[in-house]
């Protein structure tokens, strides 16, 4: 499959899985903010590593991690209907602490006490 199909391909995944997240009834995937990270398809399409995380944490995005393979199934047929593949590629839910690193990194620079210069501001405000 060429680059760009399967970049498209990755894309409409990520977007449809979005939506299905959102339909799950199971708790241990609705009670937490679940993001999905990053998608990667295989170039046969026969596997998909969607990497996840949970802004609770890593263990929030273990546990929505099990929850997603228990409904894998139905999360599949979904995608298949959705997205109309020939065939549709054997979901891999992988969990990340990316959304809790990220949220770390913004406390630290928001903590940093940074003196402005005034002339900085001067140049910021007349451009």
């Known amino acids: 499959m060429s680059g760009h199909k399967l970049g498209r391909t990755t894309e409409d995944i ?4 979005t939506a299905i997240f959102r339909e799950l009834k199971d708790p241990r995937v609705n009670s937490c903010f679940l993001s999905i990270v990053r998608v990667e398809v295989t170039n046969d399409l026969s596997y998909c590593t969607v990497y996840i995380s949970a802004l609770e944490g890593l263990d929030q995005a273990k546990v929505a991690a099990k929850g997603l393979k228990s409904a894998q199934g139905f999360i599949r047929r979904e995608l298949g209907l959705r997205l109309r593949l ?19 990194i913004s406390r630290i620079l928001h903590s940093l006490d940074i003196p402005h210069d005034e002339e ?5 405000h007349h451009a």
């Open 14 to 17: 990520k977007r449809e899985l």
């Open 86 to 104: 020939r065939h549709v590629p054997e979901l891999i839910f992988t969990p990340t602490d990316s959304i809790e690193y990220s949220a770390e």
């Open 120 to 124: 900085d501001e001067d140049e910021i």
